[in-house]
């Protein structure tokens, strides 16, 4: 059994960063963004870290990282990215603003995914983060599953276990911190990704190298999307939530956890 | 030529990121040193923070925690970014670069992880540039993470004797003897060495170790291969009690130890019946440091600029969170940063940071260029049957005219001698220029960014670590040669004409950069360039008051300051062409452009303070040096007027008795004045060079006002990526 696991991933603020929001003649976007660090979508890294760990255990099955993004973004990030696991880079040249509407960014991912030489649908693994932290809503894995006909769609997914006769037994987060426990016959599917169980895998420029022989070829041709931002937003604000980053030491893990709850039930 | 005329002010949107900093050190088409850099920079600003922030610096001893850190570097492919491909490496080509590289993000977070990923190199390093095949087979493959799952590691052992006891660093205090030559074998060596600040000795499983011999059978000295099996004594001795850099091991160690004669790195040969090592340890040590002490510099120079942002946080902050101060007030947004001279100060410690930085990757460059030609050169002066060492030094000297002519015609020449000359004689002046500048000038500069801090600077819970890397910083300044070595080396390599003649077509470069880009402050430098060479010429054949020659090798008073000044002006010389770099690629960077103006009238203004501050310096130390060997006048000098005297030439003179000032009464006394004015006949050039450079500073305080603007507008993120 192998498979072609092709991983939706845009790419993100670096998480530190002060985001604020502003008013461009292109549409709303965020203050400075092109010159902030960017970092692989959170919830779509877990994804391809997954991605990989199954292709190890699948012989045979290949991931490919799809991305649209500002090619010289995605290009900085890659320089990290490239040297955690391997896989083959599909990169689409657009904006990553999360501004842009879902609809369009999914056409132009589908369309890509249908472009990969020798793909195999019956074979076919569409991994993507379930959330985002590209303020986009979370809808363009969906989108992009139907666009190529992938009807079986599972979302918040933590684990996916294959069974001896090719079958998925997938976990898919519910409220009150319980499982979604499903059963799927097989490939094709459309795997949203929580944070999965795997840690992030160490920095190998060895792996790196390998990867950028064909990172380098597929950046130099990556095509413009033709996406942009075209629909009216009303007004644009960051949460009203402030980070409030406090640094403390020697505080045994119960006691941490006594604080988070006590500040949870003040907040409510 | 356009001339480019600032007539509005961006100010700097975002802290300088790889974008920037690939473009200025020129590695933006290198992604195996791009992924290094990644890399160590997720090692230091992971493990190795956490380890500072939980107190592993606070013991002496190797600990299984500290030891943690050698596994990480093998995993994330810093141990392996030294090695050949042929051994597991993955990097191809010279390592200048990425050994610089990976030091720098490493001691970004802190010195003694730096310290300890460049000690397993520096073992290896005179196996690697000397060792015979065998030799080098063996050792690398050992080391090799990729190769082992347990690497072997190295610890390099030169060892001054001990302190305090009057003796220089060229004296060696291991000998080494043979105990045993049977005819036909080879010969066992007996080597007895005591360490004194050994790195990587609390775990190395092998020492490269320089000896002399102690035997009338053995020629000169040499360096040898100790491995932790040999029969004798290994021992790794106590851990040095050093208070800084304490995340890499450092012990005293003994040895006593019967090896093979295998063991010289880069074998030897008998000659009638003495064993020839074909490299003295001076020939080996000289190959390795002059390249592993740029990575000791751009260690410092991480550190400066580390301190940027934990700065800018701690000064916009300060007054949160008090009842009196309210959101929207100036006291609130901007804290500390209402006070001018917090500003100004802390755009010192970024300007000499960015210097700092822009010498010492010229320096890693540069070596990454002479690599190649040096292995040509050595190629062809073998061919030619030159030799190695003074007789090969005798053969170069003989084609530097040459390379002085085709400098000074502006030319090039495809001549592997010729260019490894020119190149050399550069690489000999900014390898001990960023060991001694960055580290020397950086430790007072980190001292001030601990002061910006406040109170919260000395402490342990200051954010980026800035009290540790303060003091890192005395360490780095002394170990793989002190202060004082890189100026004795500066002192001879700064007149060498090839270097000279360069320097020269360098101050007409800068004019060229003046001329476009006036505000860079390029035309101050250039004409503190020009002092320089001129004070230097003046001092070459110059005598102080009693007739002794100033410019020669025991005058450390005349060589030493002149070294500092030329460090100056090659560190704020780089910073203006890494600059000019940018303003050349980075504008077509779509992840710059958005800011590209602020960006690039942020850096401008960082030329011109720095190069307001070199003209300072240099013009300070010219002036002392050119004038301060010749002995005051006295009023009992000839140069002073007798009033007798005045009263004669008056006839001769009309006026001349009203215009003398330093006149000596017929009883003897004199004007209420601190002495006779000096003369300064024959200094014309030197004080028109002064009064030039002086006004060449204008509109530098105008520039720190602007880049000020830009500390206070730029954007920073919400909290430090790193555990403090």
Redo the contacts between chains.
Sequence with gaps: MSYQIVVCAGIVPDPLQTLEPVSTPQGPALKNEAMLPAVLDPWAAHALYEANHLAKNMPGSKVYLVSLAPKAKLQQVLMTIAQKVSFELIALDGPSTGFTDSHDVAAALAAAIEAIPGLDKSRLLLFGGWESAARAAGATLSMTGERLGIREQFQGVDSLTVGSDGSFEIRERVEGGKHLVSQCSGAPAVLGWATGNLPEPPNSPQVGMQNMRTVMPALQKAKPAGVAVTQQYASVALPKQQRSTRIVRDVAAAEVARELAQWIRGAH | MPTTVRTKTATL??LP???VRQIMWRYADR??L???A??AR??ARGPVARLV??GARNTHEWTPEKASLLK?YD???IT??FMDSAYGG??EGPKNMALSLTAFELAWVDGGAATASLAGCLALAPIHERGTEAQREEYMKRCSP?LNPEPARGAFCLTEPLPYVGVETGLLSGKVKIVEWKEGEEPLLEVNKRGRFITNMGFANFVTAAVESADPRIKGSCMVILEETDPGIYDRGGPTKKMVHQLSSTNDPVFQLKIPASRIIGGYQVKDGVIVPHYDHAEIIEAVFRRTRVGVGLMTAAKLLSAIEPLLRYHRDRFRGGESTTPGTPRYDLGLQQKEDVLHRMLEVWATGEAAASLGFAAARIYDELDPIEKEKHRILTEQGTGRGMSAMRALRKLEPDAVKIVKEGGSSDSPLIQYLLLDSVANVLCPATKLWNTGHGANELREAVSLMGGYGITE?CPGFLVQKWTDAQLEATYEGPEAVQRRQLSATMTNEVFLAQFETWIRDLRAIASRIPATGACALATAMQMWLWTLRHLQHAKDADGNKLYQSARQGVTFPMADALCWLMSARQLILDTMELEAKGRD???????FDGLMEFYTDLCSIQSARTAGEVGRICAELVFGYNRHTQWNDESCFHRQELVTLEAIIPGIEAVASDVVEDDGSHPSKAGPCVSFTGYAEFQALRAKMDGCVTGSQLAKDRAAESLIAV?????L?Y??
């Design positions: 949107k975002t990121g790889d974008d992604f195996d791009q992924m290094l990644t890399s997720a090692v922030a939980s990480e995993a994330s492919g392996a970014a993955y990097l990729a819970d960077n779509p992840s710059l452009s958005e800011g954007m920073i993120p919400a909290a990526d555990p403090a």
